[in-house]
């Protein structure tokens, strides 16, 4: 988009970088949603579960102890569900000062076919839950990405600050909404591990080639106006012994760079709103007169 305002960052950074581990919890017998299942095969699907609940068992401490020793703070796609199933790993991310935001209740409960009332009552059980265990619910990303076209302007009368659901954009963006204020802070579809490892069959090396040629493209741009680079996860996947040092590898090459910004997803739209929010959006007004 020709003519965005220039954002700046703290430090004069380049690059906002964040992690996003997704920890989720995927019932082994979910309920029968005619628009998706979870599972590749016949309910209930022990092979599909037991992958998935690797990542809870022994997946999140391997990747949680890569990014303690390097200073990088996760920003936790929730299965909110998680905080009674495994309230070590909660524990864990709250001594390790992550931030957790919602991810619905469990990754087998999607929003395709639900009404409004009850998206918002999902949203509103996340925030009580996240409550119990010293969390705010700043941020959202629906469970499996399946929203509805109402579901951003919910978080927005429920308060959520910010969005993952879209993957729009290299920076955080407003979005327009009935009621309140949200924006869109930059997750990644692409920089995923469950498309490059599920969809793409990438090996180890494919992928950290590719988290490189991301991260080198986005530094480069960013002298020019500084965006957000995130690197989605999933301990099931990046957490096994053959994978993790693609983790290892490349937040080492990240951390070899200066003018990058280490936030947490809440931070990011905590100095957005503060510093860009009113300046960006009169700008896509400015848009929508002149079309």
């Not at 996760?74 to 931030?99: K, M, R, T």
């Not at 990011?268 to 848009?287: C, E, G, K, M, Q």
Request: charged share 20%.
């Amino acid at each position: 988009m020709r003519g965005r305002p220039r954002l700046h960052w703290p430090g004069n950074a380049r690059m906002a970088f964040w992690v996003a581990p997704n920890i989720e919890h995927y019932e082994l017998d979910p309920p029968v949603n005619p628009n998706r299942s979870p599972y590749a095969r016949v309910q209930p699907d022990v092979l599909n579960y037991g992958w998935r609940d690797y990542g809870n068992r022994v997946g999140f401490e391997r990747m949680a102890r890569v990014m303690a020793d390097r200073g990088i703070r996760g920003s936790v796609s929730l299965s909110v569900a998680v905080i009674e199933h495994f309230p070590d790993i909660i524990a864990q991310c709250n001594d390790l000062g992550w931030e957790m935001f919602s991810h619905g209740v469990y990754n087998t409960r999607y929003f395709y076919g639900m009404t409004e009332d009850q998206q918002r009552q999902v949203i509103r059980d996340s925030r009580e839950s996240l409550a119990r265990v010293g969390q705010t619910l700043d941020g959202w990303l629906t469970p499996a990405i399946t929203p509805s076209l109402a579901t951003q302007d919910l978080l927005a009368e429920e308060g959520v600050r910010y969005t993952l659901d879209y993957f729009h954009d290299d920076q955080p963006m407003p979005v327009k909404v009935r009621n309140g204020r949200l924006i869109s802070v930059p997750y990644s579809i692409e920089m995923n591990d469950v498309p490059m490892v599920n969809w793409q069959n990438a090996s180890p090396t494919a992928m950290l080639d590719s988290l490189k040629a991301q991260f080198d493209r986005l530094y480069a741009e960013g002298a020019g106006n500084p965006n957000v680079m995130c690197f989605a996860t999933h301990p099931f996947l990046l957490g096994q012994p053959h994978r993790i040092s693609v983790l290892t590898e490349f937040l080492d090459y990240v951390k070899s760079h200066d003018q990058v910004w280490y936030p947490t997803a809440r931070e990011i739209a905590d100095y957005y709103y503060t510093h860009h929010y009113d300046r960006v959006n009169t700008w896509l007004a400015s848009l929508e007169e002149s079309a």
